[in-house]
């Protein structure tokens, strides 16, 4: 397969060259599948190859991009694609820097993170690990709902400034599973990331979920007073929150365009808990890695919180080149964040629901709705959902109703962290649209942080 995309490309820059341009070419294919359930059934079953080309042409500080979808055995509707992006770059309005012409020093095949079992999943496989899950689960009240999303995903790059090339390829896999009530409308959900059928394990998914329904269908509801609680986070709730912590954080351009919390002079400092030490980690199979940016420069683990203490900025290549910084191998559609574990043992949510407490405690397994309220101090707002649970004091579990959070970065990550779970789970964080880029965070199972604060509660499902 690397073969043909690879001499395509080499095709399309001896195009660019013959027509005296400075370009860059960005390759992009994915064979996706995707099976929704709803109402207990599946709603749809499909699934899409697509090509994608970006034609990035340069002159000077000006640039253009034009993309397209191919059909790399009509050559002729490319190359016009290439003529198209030489003819807006002349119309192109300056920039007020020089951007980068990507040059490869060598060539790259990386398949680290492709599992060819995964990548022959058939609609057989697909439709059995859902009726696994589910096994027992469903009832007249409780019906089922859900994704299995997977796909191969392959980018590849070459320019103008030497003739070698980049090919990466990757499988992966996305599992969300709902089981939802249909006069009381609550919701429990379980998820899963894979990057190697391997990594599947639906029997994992069926303890939780039946763990979570004994508990909505058998103990009492409430409201929750506002005020501050003990709350332990689920992987979910925490990995989307990591995943905007690295938008407004530690990224040099969000930095010096003021909407970062962070800042120059506060490297080296401690920003969070001793606990907390957060990296860029592409080494990490899991997390869908590249191991060179689309710019050429190597991945390799870049520490940006050590216990608590900022240690990095990161830079993509446009970033570097806009505010005079030197990159850091970031230009990447997603990094590979990993959350180092704790000292505190608890393996799953069974061990969780039955840990000895000497308060009452809050569990928020996911966090929806959310957004920066304001960046430049690093506070964000989400609402619970999908198996809230509060673990009383005296070893009795009820069901409380929706609540909202609105909290700074270091309110969720300083000094009120209590502890992390040791043991580690992926959370994938991939979009459904757009075009294909498996992403996923590696972090501690759970989180405990006390002096949370309430600031909206539901007074129903």
């Known amino acids: 397969m690397e073969k043909n995309v690879i001499s ?107 599992d060819p079992f995964l990548a022959s999943l058939t609609n057989a496989d697909r439709l059995a690990y859902f009726n696994q899950v589910a096994r027992g689960l469903e009832s007249e009240d409780v019906k089922l709902s859900g994704i299995f999303s997977n796909g191969i995903t392959t980018t590849a790059q070459i320019s103008t400034t030497s003739e070698h090339t980049q090919y990466f390829a990757c499988t992966d896999a996305q599992i969300e599973v709902v089981f939802a009530h249909q006069k009381l409308k609550w919701e429990v959900s379980a998820e899963q990331s ?148 704790g000292e505190y043992s608890l393996p799953g949510l069974e061990e969780l629901l039955a840990m000895p407490r000497d308060e009452d405690i809050l569990y928020i397994p996911y966090l929806h709705y959310m957004n920066i309220v304001n960046p430049s101090v690093g506070m964000i707002t989400g609402s619970s959902r999908f198996g809230n649970l509060l673990l009383k004091k005296d070893g009795s579990i009820q069901v409380p109703y929706n609540v909202r959070i609105t909290q700074t970065f270091e309110d969720l990550f300083g000094e009120n962290v209590e502890w992390l779970a040791q043991e580690q789970t992926v959370h994938n964080t991939s979009s459904s649209y757009g075009k294909r880029n498996p992403s996923a965070i590696l972090l501690p199972r759970f989180l405990c942080v006390r002096g949370i604060e309430i600031s909206h509660s539901n007074n129903s499902y």
């Open 8 to 114: 395509l490309l080499k095709e399309l820059r001896a195009y660019a060259l013959q027509k005296g341009l400075q370009a860059a070419i960005f390759y992009h294919e994915e064979d996706s599948y995707l099976m929704r359930f709803a109402n207990s059934a599946i709603s749809l079953n499909t699934n899409e190859h697509l090509i994608r080309l970006e034609i990035n042409v340069y002159e000077g500080k000006k640039r253009a991009t034009y993309s397209m979808i191919a059909d790399p055995e009509k050559l002729e509707p490319i190359k016009k694609g290439i003529d198209i992006a030489a003819e807006m770059v002349e119309h192109a309005q300056p920039l007020t820097y020089t951007p980068t012409l990507p040059r490869y020093e060598r060539d790259v095949i990386d398949m680290q993170a492709f």
């Open 194 to 341: 894979a990057q190697a059928k391997a990594d599947l394990a639906p029997d994992r998914l069926h303890s939780d979920l039946a763990l979570m329904l004994s508990h909505y269908q058998q103990d009492s509801a409430l409201q929750l007073p506002l005020g501050k609680y003990t709350v332990i986070f689920g992987s979910a709730a925490v990995g989307d929150l990591l995943e905007f912590l690295a938008m407004v954080g530690p990224n040099g351009g969000t930095i010096k365009r003021g909407y970062s919390f962070l800042s120059e002079e506060k490297l080296d400092q401690r920003i969070f808990s001793p606990l907390f030490t957060l990296i860029d980690d592409p080494q990490r199979r899991e997390t869908f890695p590249l191991s060179y940016d689309q710019m050429g420069l190597p991945r390799k683990p870049f520490p940006l919180f050590e216990t608590g203490v900022f240690k990095a900025i990161y830079w993509e290549q446009d970033d570097a080149d806009e505010f005079g910084a030197t990159p850091t191998g970031h230009s990447v559609d997603h990094l590979n964040l990993t959350l180092a574990g």
